[in-house]
């Protein structure tokens, strides 16, 4: 079982920058697979980023390639999801997710484990 906190969203002007954490609760969380994602008001919920086990190896959408960077420190059992050059579209609910295995999923039903989410909200 893994408990995930997310924390760091809040306000911010087009063109800045937020950095999110996600902690997670276990002692296996350096097994799993982690994910960001992200549901806009009226939208479904979709793919940002995940990263796998050891941090070596990493997957983005194209709508944040190159302007987010996700990461992790296993020691403190926390993801991040370093955020630039932000734009109002990028305003949005943003959920941590885990799951097992060492496939970069970009599927929401291929998570296990959900955070409760932070608001991002971007103004132009």
């Known amino acids: 079982q893994v408990q995930l906190v997310e924390s760091g969203g809040g306000l911010v002007q087009a063109g800045g920058s937020l950095r999110l954490s996600c902690a997670a609760s276990g002692r296996t969380f350096s097994s799993y697979v982690m994910g960001w994602f992200r549901q806009a008001p009226g939208k479904e919920r979709e793919f940002v980023a995940c990263?796998?086990?050891?941090?070596?190896?990493?997957f983005y959408a194209d709508s944040v390639l190159g302007r987010f960077t996700i990461s992790r420190d296993n020691a403190k059992n926390t993801v991040f999801l370093q955020m630039n050059s932000l734009l109002p579209e990028d305003t949005a609910v943003y959920y941590c997710a885990a799951r097992s295995g060492t496939y970069l999923a970009k599927g929401e039903s291929e998570y296990d484990y959900w955070g409760q989410g932070t608001q991002v909200t971007v103004s132009s």
């Open positions: 990263i796998s086990w050891s941090g070596t190896r990493t």
